[in-house]
């Protein structure tokens, strides 16, 4: 089975951090995703990579980067975190469009 | 505009009762369509995934079913267990492009 590892289940940073979210993926997949989920708003897009280097905007991107150096590593960046961005934060993994996704277990980032 | 749209919103249910969840989508081309199970706090796990020329698709208590032709599937689920309260969402994917489109999620509760 693909495992899509999140490295922090909790977080809570101060406004203005710089955030790192780091995910791995262990299935050599080509696409990666980062999505924020909030009650009543299901999963939001907000960056994928289709290759190492690659990214792509997704629906909602302002104020996070991301960074792909390795096929397996897709890391988001809060440049400067905001209470706003309080949210649970879900990386996914996926061959290609056909296969789906898999998973991480996400992390609740709680920004004060 | 490709749409995922999901319903009830949230159902309560007697433990031993059956449900049924709905997906309707307006995404085009088609590719497949997911059900995901997700449990509080975890990431979405996928139940079962159903392509075009698939009607039924089974995975233990929980029974997808789909029509192509009216864009809607439909999520069965038997006999509930208290293990079934949950998140469940309704991803479908296009056969161009690399995208998903998430449904907002139907919240589960099965009571005692």
């Known amino acids: 089975d693909v495992k899509v590892t999140q490295s922090s289940r909790y977080l809570v940073k101060r406004t203005g951090e710089k955030v790192f979210l780091e995910c791995v993926q262990d299935?050599?997949?080509?696409?990666m995703f980062w999505y924020r989920q909030d009650p009543g708003l299901g999963l939001r897009l907000i960056y994928f990579?289709?290759?190492?280097?690659?990214?792509e905007k997704g629906d909602i991107p302002e104020g996070y980067s991301v960074s792909r150096e390795k096929k397996e590593r897709f890391s988001l960046i809060l440049e400067s975190a905001s209470t706003n961005q309080t949210s649970m934060y879900l990386c996914?993994?996926?061959?290609?469009?056909?296969?789906?996704?898999?998973f991480g277990s996400g992390t609740r980032l709680t920004v004060v | 505009k490709n749409q995922v749209e999901q319903s009830p919103q949230s159902l309560i249910i007697l433990e031993g009762k059956n449900c049924t969840l709905q997906?309707?989508?307006?995404?085009?081309?088609?590719?497949?369509l997911r059900w995901y199970k997700q449990d509080t706090g975890r990431g979405p796990v996928s139940l079962t995934i159903?392509?075009?020329?698939?009607n039924t698709k089974s995975n233990g208590r929980y029974t997808a079913t789909l029509d192509a032709d009216t864009k809607q599937s439909s999520l069965h689920i038997t006999a509930s267990q208290l293990s079934d309260s949950a998140s469940y969402i309704c991803?479908?994917?296009?056969?161009?492009?690399?995208?998903?489109?998430f449904g907002t999620g139907t919240s589960l509760t099965v009571i005692p």
């Open positions: 996914a993994s996926s061959l290609s469009t056909g296969y789906g996704y898999t």
């Open positions: 299935m050599d997949h080509e696409n």
């Open positions: 990579s289709y290759d190492v280097k690659m990214k």
């Open positions: 997906c309707n989508y307006t995404v085009s081309p088609f590719s497949n």
């Open positions: 159903m392509t075009f020329s698939e």
């Open positions: 991803v479908v994917s296009a056969s161009t492009g690399n995208q998903f489109y």
